[in-house]
């Protein structure tokens, strides 16, 4: 009965993370292009702007702590690919941030546990571009190299920042996403330019 309980929890976290977090993400991206499109706002509307800014913003900030479990849920029987291509389709926003997947070379499926923490940081990296880069187009790049290592390359044309000047409590998780790259014994790297967009490598041996 307690595994049934937990395996539950496991569920439902992980159905909070994976849909209701992105959602709530790209609902804040589209509520904001809102207010930008209206003119002339008399000063009680945007107080109603503002505190439902507020409240989304504190909507995904629960959802994200209440789901920081982990497990295979998330890609069942699809395999990679296809789970990120739905999430790609789920952040796009017509005519103001669209995601292209581009993948090589994956014919296979990879071990589950590879999967998972590719995805998590695929979808973490997505919605970190949602909420800072003011992007409006976004490029997944998945290749495995003769079925040995996995290079993700996550491009987006937004505002950029300065790599040098992230901290671990900067809110983006960059700092959580290398050190977890690390200790798959893999490679993590930024490139990015003020006004010219963002490059995040990361490369995995199998």
């Not at 309980?5 to 790209?26: P, Y």
């Not at 395999?79 to 014919?107: C, H, Q, R, T, Y």
């Not at 390359?153 to 901290?167: R, S, T, V």
């Amino acid at each position: 009965m307690l595994e049934s309980q937990e395996n539950e929890r496991i569920k439902l976290a992980n159905e909070l993370h994976d849909n209701l977090g992105s959602m709530l993400a790209t609902l804040k991206l589209n509520f904001q292009n809102l207010k930008r499109q209206k003119e002339g706002l008399i000063e009680e509307e945007n107080k109603l702007y503002e505190k439902t800014d507020e409240l989304i913003e504190e909507a995904y900030q629960k959802v994200r702590d209440m789901a920081h479990l982990k497990n295979s849920g998330i890609i069942g029987n699809e395999g990679l690919v296809p789970a990120v291509k739905k999430m790609a389709d789920k952040m796009s926003v017509l005519n103001l941030l669209e995601m292209n997947v581009i993948p090589f070379g994956l014919k296979d499926r990879l071990d589950n546990k590879l999967e998972v923490s590719l995805f998590r940081m695929i979808q973490e990296l997505c919605t970190n571009i949602i909420k800072h880069a003011k992007a409006s187009e976004v490029n997944i790049y998945l290749t495995q190299h003769n079925g040995t290592d996995i290079n993700l390359i996550i491009e987006d044309n937004g505002i950029g920042f300065d790599p040098k000047k992230i901290k671990s409590s900067d809110g983006m998780g960059l700092k959580n996403i290398e050190k977890k790259v690390e200790q798959m014994g893999g490679t993590f790297s930024i490139d990015s330019i003020k006004d010219k967009g963002t490059t995040i490598i990361i490369d995995i041996p199998l």
